[in-house]
T-cell receptor, first 113, second 111 residues
Framework: DAGITQSPRYKITETGRQVTLMCHQT?????MFWYRQDLGHGLRLIYY???????DKGEVPDGYVVSRSKTENFPLTLESATRSQTSVYFC????????????FGPGTRLTVT | GIQVEQSPPDLILQEGANSTLRCNFS?????LQWFHQNPWGQLINLFY???GTKQNGRLSATTVATERYSLLYISSSQTTDSGVYFC?????????????FGRGTQLTVWP
């Protein structure tokens, strides 16, 4: 009964490297989200997915790629990491779109040097 | 997008005190949640409360949807209540349910 998990929990990488953050949920929720949390900006939506193979951009998508081949997984890839992508990344899921409660993973703290 | 204002931004209490945190929305929301971000950074769901009042132990929340605000009450605070409290909501009529977050209230409870 893991709920929603993220891996790795901490990651340090260098500028220019590709990094993939993993998100896995066990509830079979349709919707999944990626947010980033930064001081002064709060949490902002990067990408979301309404179902397997359906993804769309959020507020701050530049420099990120997502995929969703299976309902339970929603990986986020930084194609060429930049220092401005140093942040805490949260994955979330909800049963459906609209007025449904969202549940958040434990977060991944990413540092780009 | 929706603007979310939380007040106060910082709150320092002694153990046993009561407090009220407020969240105002610039537009109508239909998915209002309160979260506690603990010192380890995890976002813990406290309440899903689009309207009305709910209670969970020492915590309770009230949302007045017609006036676009929500309140979180913490009674008999404990040191473990320390952390940041966020409210968030999604736009009424949104089929996505994307959450707009406030900047949070940093709560520190001293023994």
């Amino acid at each position: 009964d893991a709920g929603i998990t993220q891996s790795p929990r901490y990651k340090i990488t260098e500028t220019g490297r590709q990094v993939t953050l993993m998100c896995h949920q066990t509830w079979s929720h349709s919707y999944m989200f990626w947010y980033r949390q930064d001081l002064g900006h709060g949490l902002r939506l990067i990408y979301y997915s309404a179902a397997a193979d359906i993804t769309d951009k959020g507020e701050v998508p530049d420099g990120y790629v997502v995929s969703r081949s299976k309902t339970e997984n929603f990986p986020l890839t930084l194609e060429s990491a930049t220092r401005s992508q140093t942040s805490v990344y949260f994955c979330a899921s909800s049963e459906s779109g609209g007025p449904y409660e969202q549940y958040f993973g434990p977060g991944t703290r990413l540092t780009v040097t | 997008g929706i603007q979310v204002e939380q007040s106060p931004p910082d709150l320092i209490l002694q153990e046993g005190a009561n407090s009220t945190l407020r969240c105002n929305f610039s537009d109508s929301v239909n998915n209002l949640q309160w979260f506690h971000q603990n010192p380890w950074g995890q976002l813990i769901n406290l309440f899903y409360i689009p309207s009305g009042t709910k209670q969970n132990g020492r915590l309770s929340a009230t949302t007045v949807a017609t006036e676009r605000y929500s309140l979180l009450y913490i009674s008999s605070s404990q040191t473990t209540d320390s952390g940041v409290y966020f409210c968030a909501g999604s736009a009424r009529g949104s089929t996505l349910g994307r959450l707009y977050f406030g900047r949070g209230t940093q709560l520190t409870v001293w023994p």
